[in-house]
Protein backbone atom coordinates (compact mmCIF):
# COMPACT_ATOMS: atom_id res chain seq x y z
CA UNK A 1 0.00 0.00 0.00
CA UNK A 2 1.17 3.50 -1.10
CA UNK A 3 2.01 5.90 1.87
CA UNK A 4 1.76 9.94 1.23
CA UNK A 5 2.05 11.38 4.70
CA UNK A 6 1.16 15.08 5.03
CA UNK A 7 2.31 17.61 7.65
CA UNK A 8 0.77 19.54 9.68
CA UNK A 9 -2.64 18.11 9.95
CA UNK A 10 -3.86 21.37 10.85
CA UNK A 11 -2.20 24.94 10.71
CA UNK A 12 -4.26 28.11 11.39
CA UNK A 13 -2.63 31.77 10.60
CA UNK A 14 -2.78 34.96 10.60
CA UNK A 15 -3.45 37.16 6.79
CA UNK A 16 -0.14 37.62 5.64
CA UNK A 17 1.64 34.66 7.01
CA UNK A 18 3.92 32.25 5.88
CA UNK A 19 2.71 28.52 5.94
CA UNK A 20 4.52 25.97 4.41
CA UNK A 21 3.11 22.16 3.89
CA UNK A 22 5.07 19.04 3.85
CA UNK A 23 4.22 16.09 2.18
CA UNK A 24 6.73 12.96 1.73
CA UNK A 25 6.02 9.55 -0.35
CA UNK A 26 7.79 6.44 0.52
CA UNK A 27 6.61 4.81 -3.05
CA UNK A 28 9.77 6.23 -5.08
CA UNK A 29 6.34 7.95 -7.26
CA UNK A 30 7.91 9.78 -10.29
CA UNK A 31 4.59 11.83 -9.77
CA UNK A 32 3.90 13.99 -6.89
CA UNK A 33 0.59 16.84 -6.45
CA UNK A 34 -0.85 19.33 -4.30
CA UNK A 35 -4.79 19.60 -4.26
CA UNK A 36 -6.97 21.89 -2.99
CA UNK A 37 -10.54 21.01 -1.55
CA UNK A 38 -13.41 23.37 -1.13
CA UNK A 39 -16.97 23.12 -0.55
CA UNK A 40 -18.73 22.99 -4.58
CA UNK A 41 -15.56 22.74 -6.26
CA UNK A 42 -13.96 19.49 -5.76
CA UNK A 43 -10.35 18.75 -5.90
CA UNK A 44 -8.48 21.21 -7.65
CA UNK A 45 -5.09 20.95 -8.32
CA UNK A 46 -2.00 23.99 -7.55
CA UNK A 47 0.80 22.57 -8.41
CA UNK A 48 2.21 18.87 -9.44
CA UNK A 49 5.88 17.80 -9.84
CA UNK A 50 7.20 15.06 -12.26
CA UNK A 51 10.73 14.65 -10.36
CA UNK A 52 13.06 16.39 -7.78
CA UNK A 53 13.49 19.79 -8.94
CA UNK A 54 10.78 19.87 -11.53
CA UNK A 55 7.80 22.24 -11.26
CA UNK A 56 4.42 22.21 -13.21
CA UNK A 57 1.62 24.57 -12.76
CA UNK A 58 -2.06 23.39 -12.21
CA UNK A 59 -5.61 24.94 -12.56
CA UNK A 60 -5.16 26.98 -9.59
CA UNK A 61 -1.51 28.42 -9.02
CA UNK A 62 -2.06 32.11 -8.10
CA UNK A 63 -0.93 32.90 -4.04
CA UNK A 64 0.88 29.12 -4.23
CA UNK A 65 4.46 28.12 -4.64
CA UNK A 66 5.65 24.61 -4.91
CA UNK A 67 9.55 22.91 -4.71
CA UNK A 68 10.19 19.16 -4.84
CA UNK A 69 13.63 19.20 -2.93
CA UNK A 70 13.75 15.17 -3.49
CA UNK A 71 12.04 12.15 -5.25
CA UNK A 72 10.01 11.75 -1.42
CA UNK A 73 9.48 15.07 -0.56
CA UNK A 74 6.77 18.04 -2.01
CA UNK A 75 6.35 21.25 -0.10
CA UNK A 76 3.52 23.96 -0.93
CA UNK A 77 4.53 27.40 0.21
CA UNK A 78 2.18 30.65 0.83
CA UNK A 79 4.21 33.21 1.69
CA UNK A 80 1.64 35.72 2.02
CA UNK A 81 -1.34 33.83 3.58
CA UNK A 82 -4.95 35.32 2.59
CA UNK A 83 -8.23 34.17 3.66
CA UNK A 84 -9.20 32.97 0.52
CA UNK A 85 -6.69 30.05 1.08
CA UNK A 86 -8.23 28.53 3.69
CA UNK A 87 -8.87 24.98 2.64
CA UNK A 88 -8.54 21.36 2.83
CA UNK A 89 -4.93 20.47 0.77
CA UNK A 90 -4.49 17.01 -0.24
CA UNK A 91 -1.11 15.20 -1.39
CA UNK A 92 -1.04 12.87 -3.55
CA UNK A 93 1.37 11.03 -5.64
CA UNK A 94 1.88 8.56 -8.64
CA UNK A 95 4.14 6.13 -10.20
CA UNK A 96 3.70 7.82 -13.90
CA UNK A 97 1.30 9.98 -15.64
CA UNK A 98 -2.06 9.23 -14.77
CA UNK A 99 -3.40 9.28 -18.10
CA UNK A 100 -1.21 5.70 -18.46
CA UNK A 101 -4.05 3.82 -15.99
CA UNK A 102 -1.96 4.62 -12.93
CA UNK A 103 -3.47 4.96 -9.39
CA UNK A 104 -2.86 8.28 -7.41
CA UNK A 105 -2.25 7.86 -3.61
CA UNK A 106 -3.71 10.38 -1.63
CA UNK A 107 -2.64 11.67 1.62
CA UNK A 108 -5.51 12.22 4.73
CA UNK A 109 -5.20 16.42 4.04
CA UNK A 110 -3.58 18.97 5.74
CA UNK A 111 -6.76 21.71 6.83
CA UNK A 112 -5.71 25.24 6.87
CA UNK A 113 -7.53 28.13 8.39
CA UNK A 114 -6.32 31.87 7.53
CA UNK A 115 -7.77 34.36 9.85
CA UNK B 1 -11.63 19.08 -22.14
CA UNK B 2 -14.22 16.21 -21.48
CA UNK B 3 -16.49 17.01 -18.46
CA UNK B 4 -18.72 14.47 -16.37
CA UNK B 5 -21.86 14.86 -14.69
CA UNK B 6 -23.24 12.72 -11.79
CA UNK B 7 -25.96 12.50 -9.64
CA UNK B 8 -25.40 14.87 -6.90
CA UNK B 9 -26.71 12.37 -4.48
CA UNK B 10 -28.04 8.69 -3.89
CA UNK B 11 -28.82 6.68 -0.76
CA UNK B 12 -29.07 2.94 -0.32
CA UNK B 13 -29.51 0.24 2.27
CA UNK B 14 -27.23 -2.06 3.52
CA UNK B 15 -26.65 -5.20 1.55
CA UNK B 16 -28.10 -3.40 -1.72
CA UNK B 17 -26.05 -3.23 -4.70
CA UNK B 18 -25.63 0.19 -5.83
CA UNK B 19 -25.35 1.76 -9.46
CA UNK B 20 -23.87 5.20 -9.90
CA UNK B 21 -23.61 6.36 -13.16
CA UNK B 22 -21.64 9.03 -14.82
CA UNK B 23 -21.81 10.72 -18.05
CA UNK B 24 -18.86 11.83 -20.15
CA UNK B 25 -20.33 13.33 -23.61
CA UNK B 26 -17.40 14.69 -24.38
CA UNK B 27 -14.30 12.01 -23.70
CA UNK B 28 -11.82 11.82 -26.15
CA UNK B 29 -9.82 9.20 -27.52
CA UNK B 30 -7.39 8.86 -25.59
CA UNK B 31 -8.98 9.34 -22.48
CA UNK B 32 -9.54 6.73 -19.49
CA UNK B 33 -12.41 6.61 -17.02
CA UNK B 34 -11.23 6.75 -13.25
CA UNK B 35 -13.61 6.43 -10.00
CA UNK B 36 -12.33 7.27 -6.71
CA UNK B 37 -14.48 7.59 -3.28
CA UNK B 38 -13.73 9.75 -0.19
CA UNK B 39 -14.79 9.50 3.13
CA UNK B 40 -14.94 12.48 5.96
CA UNK B 41 -10.98 13.09 7.33
CA UNK B 42 -9.20 10.90 4.45
CA UNK B 43 -7.98 11.93 0.93
CA UNK B 44 -10.15 9.88 -2.34
CA UNK B 45 -8.91 6.42 -2.63
CA UNK B 46 -9.00 4.60 -6.48
CA UNK B 47 -11.74 2.39 -6.83
CA UNK B 48 -11.44 0.99 -10.36
CA UNK B 49 -10.52 2.21 -13.33
CA UNK B 50 -11.53 1.39 -17.61
CA UNK B 51 -11.37 2.20 -21.20
CA UNK B 52 -14.22 0.67 -22.59
CA UNK B 53 -16.41 -2.57 -21.94
CA UNK B 54 -16.44 -4.29 -18.71
CA UNK B 55 -13.88 -3.97 -15.70
CA UNK B 56 -14.16 -5.62 -12.25
CA UNK B 57 -11.99 -5.89 -9.58
CA UNK B 58 -12.32 -7.45 -6.48
CA UNK B 59 -14.05 -3.75 -5.00
CA UNK B 60 -16.35 -2.88 -7.83
CA UNK B 61 -17.06 -2.96 -11.47
CA UNK B 62 -17.42 -1.10 -14.32
CA UNK B 63 -19.67 -0.84 -16.87
CA UNK B 64 -18.65 1.34 -19.71
CA UNK B 65 -21.24 1.81 -22.63
CA UNK B 66 -20.22 1.27 -26.42
CA UNK B 67 -20.42 4.63 -27.09
CA UNK B 68 -18.03 5.61 -24.21
CA UNK B 69 -20.32 8.51 -23.19
CA UNK B 70 -21.25 7.08 -20.33
CA UNK B 71 -19.88 4.94 -17.36
CA UNK B 72 -21.81 2.85 -14.36
CA UNK B 73 -19.79 2.01 -11.24
CA UNK B 74 -22.02 -0.70 -8.98
CA UNK B 75 -21.14 -1.74 -5.74
CA UNK B 76 -22.42 -4.97 -4.53
CA UNK B 77 -23.39 -5.49 -1.56
CA UNK B 78 -22.97 -2.22 0.12
CA UNK B 79 -22.21 -1.37 3.71
CA UNK B 80 -22.28 1.21 5.94
CA UNK B 81 -18.59 1.76 5.23
CA UNK B 82 -19.36 2.33 1.88
CA UNK B 83 -20.77 5.94 2.47
CA UNK B 84 -18.48 8.09 1.08
CA UNK B 85 -18.43 10.47 -2.08
CA UNK B 86 -18.04 8.79 -5.28
CA UNK B 87 -16.49 10.80 -8.11
CA UNK B 88 -16.22 10.07 -11.55
CA UNK B 89 -13.26 11.60 -13.76
CA UNK B 90 -11.60 11.05 -17.28
CA UNK B 91 -8.35 12.68 -17.86
CA UNK B 92 -7.73 15.60 -19.21
CA UNK B 93 -4.50 16.96 -21.30
CA UNK B 94 -3.00 20.12 -20.06
CA UNK B 95 0.49 21.93 -21.10
CA UNK B 96 1.49 18.71 -22.37
CA UNK B 97 1.05 16.50 -19.67
CA UNK B 98 -2.26 14.18 -18.29
CA UNK B 99 -4.16 15.37 -15.21
CA UNK B 100 -7.13 13.97 -13.24
CA UNK B 101 -10.10 16.46 -12.76
CA UNK B 102 -12.02 15.92 -9.70
CA UNK B 103 -15.69 17.48 -10.17
CA UNK B 104 -18.14 17.59 -7.17
CA UNK B 105 -19.34 13.96 -7.20
CA UNK B 106 -22.09 11.66 -5.78
CA UNK B 107 -22.69 11.55 -2.23
CA UNK B 108 -23.87 8.35 -0.91
CA UNK B 109 -25.69 7.79 1.58
CA UNK B 110 -26.12 4.09 3.48
CA UNK B 111 -28.97 3.40 5.91
CA UNK B 112 -29.42 0.71 8.10
Known amino acids: EAAVTQSPRNKVTVTGGNVTLSCRQT?????MYWYRQDTGHGLRLIHYSYGAGNLQIGDVPDGYKATRTTQEDFFLLLELASPSQTSLYFC??????????????FGEGSRLIVV | LAKTTQPPSMEAYEGQEVNVSCSHTNIATSEYIYWYRQVPHQGPQFIIQ???DYVVNEVASLFISADRKLSTLSLPWVSLRDAAVYYC?????????????FGSGTQLTVMP
Open chain 1, 92 to 105: ASSETRTNSGNTLY
Open chain 2, 89 to 101: IVTVPSSGSWQLI
Open chain 1, 27 to 31: NSHNY
Open chain 2, 50 to 52: GYK
